[in-house]
């Protein structure tokens, strides 16, 4: 069975072809970055306008490189929620319509759902059940997940996601958008700038939201004002005091999302975490899990690099797995749904 998948749900337009029986056959992807870029976040109705203009090209090119025809499709999934909602009605939109002229069925995919599966696209997939970290713009959760469709939340964020602290606190150090990868870069320069890679000379001390609350919640957004009340007393901000203030902020969020990912494993009794998220990107991050789950002889896995942010792969996936599970639609009929809660998600 062969599954286009079609994601819209924010500022990547992404595409991709997925094979139940052999696998990812072809993705592309647009990032909008840098037309956001120069007004400092996403603008919905520029991230609308540009999915629209997008979206045919890049189903061409899947199936150009995937050596297939719109007849060799069997299924269309895409995200319905949750996500911008114009952003959204693009790729629904055009997921049903094309359902539609094929004669062949849609599959609505929760946006969270095809970044905890995402890492099983990989080669030596993690097995169920594991412990999964979810760390975007939008959310930060600890999951126990038994199956697909089978999520039990652990735990959550009381206020700010982790991605979106990362985008602020880089906001705050004057950074461009999107804030996480830059702001990750600033901090690589502060070690740089010490001549030595593990730290830098100057350590800031921050402080570790939640860290002993004995629950697996998070809590970033007084990270956020600590780095701002750090950042007021050493005005004029000069760029290595910048770059010592990145780390210092990288290092508390990555030590409070790796310690509570070693407690969920452990209260849970499972031996395996998967990451999954753009904040799964982060080099610090990946270290720290990997050095902790190696201690306690656990198993960690993550999508490829590409695959943590937006994309069309872990939509055309998703929509694999629900497929195979006979949950699709039939009747063309669509709504998209921009607030939309994991937990209300149904098994296949
Ligand atoms: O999963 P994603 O592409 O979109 C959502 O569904 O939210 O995640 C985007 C988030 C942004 O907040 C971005 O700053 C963050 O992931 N991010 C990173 C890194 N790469 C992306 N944060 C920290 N380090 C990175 N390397
Ligand atoms: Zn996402």
Redesign the pocket.
């Known amino acids: 069975m062969l599954i286009l998948g079609v994601e819209s749900?924010?500022d990547?337009t992404g595409l991709a072809l997925y094979d139940t029986e052999q696998g990812l056959l072809s993705h592309a992807l647009h990032s909008q970055v840098a037309m956001h870029a120069e007004y400092g976040g996403v603008v919905p109705e520029l991230a609308s306008r540009d999915h629209i203009r997008r979206v045919l090209p890049l189903t061409e090119r899947v199936l150009l490189d995937a050596e297939k025809t719109l007849q060799d499709i069997d299924a269309i999934a895409y995200t319905q929620g949750p996500g911008l909602s114009g952003a959204l009605l693009v790729g629904t939109s055009f997921a049903a319509s094309l359902a539609f002229s094929l004669g062949i069925p849609t599959i609505q995919v929760h946006?969270l759902e095809g970044?905890l599966l995402a890492p099983l696209l990989e080669d030596n997939p993690p097995a169920f059940p594991f412990v999964a970290l979810l760390v975007?713009?939008?959310?930060s959760q600890l999951m126990r997940v038994d199956g697909v469709g089978e999520y039990q939340l652990l735990g959550d964020t009381l206020d700010d996601a982790?991605?979106?602290a990362?985008?602020k606190t880089a906001k705050l150090l004057g950074l461009g958008y999107?804030?996480?990868?830059a702001?990750?870069k600033l901090a690589e320069q502060s070690a740089a700038n010490s001549g030595r890679s593990s730290s830098p000379d100057r350590l800031f001390k921050l402080p570790r939201p939640l860290l002993n609350s004995g629950d697996l919640n998070f809590s970033f957004s007084g990270l956020k004002t600590a780095v701002l009340s750090l950042a007021n007393k050493h005005q004029p901000l000069d760029e290595a005091t910048k770059a010592d203030i990145a780390w210092e902020f990288q290092e508390a969020i990555t030590e409070v999302l790796s310690i509570k990912c070693m407690t969920a494993l452990r209260q849970t009794g499972l031996d395996s975490l998967v990451v999954s998220?753009?904040?799964g990107?982060?080099?610090k991050?990946r270290e720290k899990l990997n050095a902790a789950t190696k201690a306690k002889l656990c198993k960690v896995s993550y999508p490829r690099l590409e695959f943590?942010?937006?994309n069309g792969a872990m939509i055309a996936f998703a929509g694999a797995m629900r497929f195979k599970a006979k949950q699709v639609e039939n009747d063309y009929g669509f709504s998209v749904r921009p607030r939309w809660d994991l937990a209300d998600l149904q098994q296949p």
Request: proline share 7%; aromatic share 4%.
């Open positions: 749900s924010c990547e946006h970044h975007s713009g939008g959310h982790a991605g979106e990362f985008d999107p804030g996480g990868p702001l990750a998220g753009g904040v990107a982060n080099t991050l943590c942010t937006d």
